[in-house]
């Protein structure tokens, strides 16, 4: 119960990938949780499973990271209703393929906004409490697709993930004066039923082959990592981008 007596606020955590599982993993963990997604019906539903099964105090809040004023007001509920926020896992995102000359205007903004704006928003609103307190772990989801781009159609989603990189980077420095650490995790490719809608099954036949490990990634494996990362286990790094791919790209 590394993380008991401390207030986790996960995005995106209502679906059935990565932030469900990292939402499950922290409160596991002793945390007491935020659960926030732009679903309603499911994120109340997911925090009703989360605190029946681990005892703790969870929230569900609806949650849209591209609405700037309705981030601002989740985080002020968490902290009138919870009293502290000492955790804050970025998780939000989205892709459509598109090659780039193909590519609406309003794709390309949504993909940004929802993948990088977002964690903006995010990080702006709940840093002056972590501040004033002197405290906080921050992890922002990434992807290998910040560095090593796409054929896919997914030229926004690896810019928005280098700037989530870049992002982590920046406030990592401007925050470590105030106690508050700020790292990222880049994962390959993390299996989620919703990805089988995105990509032909030969796409996943193909990442297996790649991966030295020879399997593709599950969202347990990446939750573990943000339980490291949100823990005093990592109480001396700050900054840093982890790859979680399995060997996919062995990032030096």
Known sequence: MELEGRVALVTAAAGAGIGQA????????????????????????????????????????????????????????????????????NNSGINELRPIWEMPTATWRKVIDVCLTGHFFTLRAVLPHMIEH?????????????????????????????????????????????????????????????????????????MEQKTPLGRVGRPDDIANTVVFLASDRSSFMTGEVLCVSGGMYLHA
């Open 22 to 89: 990292v939402a499950r993993a922290l409160a596991a963990a002793g945390a007491d949780l935020v659960v926030t997604d732009v679903h309603e019906r499911r994120t109340l539903q997911l925090a009703d499973e989360i605190a029946a099964s681990s005892g703790r105090k969870v929230l569900g809040l609806p949650l849209d990271v591209t609405d700037e004023a309705r981030v601002g007001a989740v985080v002020s509920e968490v902290i009138a209703r919870l009293g502290r926020l000492d955790i804050l896992v």
């Open 134 to 206: 002197k405290r906080g772990a921050i992890v922002n989801i990434a992807s290998v697709a910040g560095w090593i781009g796409s054929r896919e159609g997914e030229s926004h989603y690896a810019a928005a993930k280098a700037g989530v990189m870049g992002l982590t980077r920046a406030v990592a420095t401007e925050v470590a004066p105030h106690g508050i650490r700020v790292n990222a995790i880049a994962p390959g490719l993390v299996w989620n039923e919703f990805l089988a809608r995105i990509y032909p099954p030969q796409f996943f036949r193909e």
